[in-house]
């Protein structure tokens, strides 16, 4: 099961013992369905909770004569689309008309006279989500979108979700494939939708996914960054051991003052260890800073301009 029918799932469990806030979510699934006129009602879904709490919130509702119907797609995917279909047209108009609409008006709106209460607000947005509502898998990115089938619904469901005083939600729009898709990319706007609709499990294993994943990044990043040095060093100390090997096959070491000396032989025991850990090591110890300086002076030495920085 996808992570976005999961969240659906959570939202078809919400109590259906308030017969207000019950109505204000089958509003939101009905209005922004596929088919929603005075003579024709017809919810698709390819979600099957959606589909049973659709049937069940109309027949606690309205009783009217439905039918149900489970097509296979002919996508590769092979999901089912599942369909709920008013049979009567009486029972249309009177759901239609019920929820405050005319057949005179030119096209769809939302009708806050439906949703007059914060509690009501909250479920419509989850009649919404669960009629045309995704969010993407956490582990993959941070998206939830509402795939709207008119202009005008799309730009009355921005204003809605602005108003919401306990969210602070940007929601931002595009059209795509003849839809106007109302999105959210931050992971705090999407957790605070979830939880505002009623899915705080949903909500919760966002936060939870995320955590994880910053724990991974500061690790990788740490890991990345102590690679990155010991390669750093690798390579300087390769120079200063070239060096200091030419000046022993040319020179010799003794040739050297007795500071040089005894870094030069430090190194050459301790191919590996850092300027800071080689300063700590000379006798008296001396900073990493000077363990540089003296390893110039080899450098010099040896025509050899290479080093660590």
């Known amino acids: ?24 979510e089958l509003y939101g699934m009905l209005l922004f369905g596929k088919v929603f006129s005075e003579d024709k009602i017809v919810f698709t879904t390819e979600n099957s909770d959606a589909c049973r709490r659709m049937s069940l919130l109309l027949q606690n509702l309205y009783m009217p004569i439905i039918e149900k119907q489970a097509a296979l797609r002919t996508r590769a995917d092979d999901n089912h689309l599942y369909k709920v279909s008013m049979l009567d047209s009486g029972d249309c108009k009177r759901i239609f008309e019920d ?24 479920a419509f947005l989850r009649g919404i989500f669960l009629c045309c509502g995704s969010v993407s898998d956490p582990m993959k990115g941070y998206h939830a979108e509402f795939c709207v089938p008119h202009k005008n619904l799309s730009v009355d469901l921005c204003k809605i979700l602005t108003e919401i005083e306990e969210c602070e939600l940007v929601p931002k729009t595009v059209v795509r494939s003849g839809n106007y898709i109302v999105y959210f990319k931050g992971s705090e706007q999407i957790c605070d939708l979830l939880t505002y609709m009623g899915a705080s499990k949903g909500a919760m294993e966002i936060m939870g996914t ?10 990788n990043r740490r890991i990345n960054g102590e690679v990155a040095n010991i390669s ?9 051991l070239e060096a200091i090997k ?11 003052p007795e500071d040089l000396r005894e870094i030069a032989y430090l190194r050459l025991e301790n191919p590996d260890m850092s300027l800071r850990d080689l300063g700590a090591n000379l006798n008296p110890p001396i900073s990493r800073s000077g363990a540089n300086h003296r390893m110039k002076r080899l450098l010099e030495y040896s025509n050899i301009t290479e080093v660590e920085k």
């Open 1 to 24: 099961m996808s992570f976005s029918s999961e969240v659906k799932k959570e939202l078809c469990s919400c109590d259906l013992t308030d017969k207000e806030a019950l109505k204000a």
């Open 246 to 256: 030419y000046i022993q096959n040319t020179r010799g070491l003794e040739s050297l």
């Open 99 to 122: 929820f405050g609409h005319s057949k005179n008006r030119v096209s769809l709106r939302i009708n806050r006279a439906n949703i007059s209460g914060d509690e009501y607000l909250s």
């Open 232 to 240: 750093k060093i690798a390579s300087a100390s390769a120079g200063q």
């Open 210 to 219: 995320k955590a994880v994943k910053q724990i991974r990044n500061n690790v």
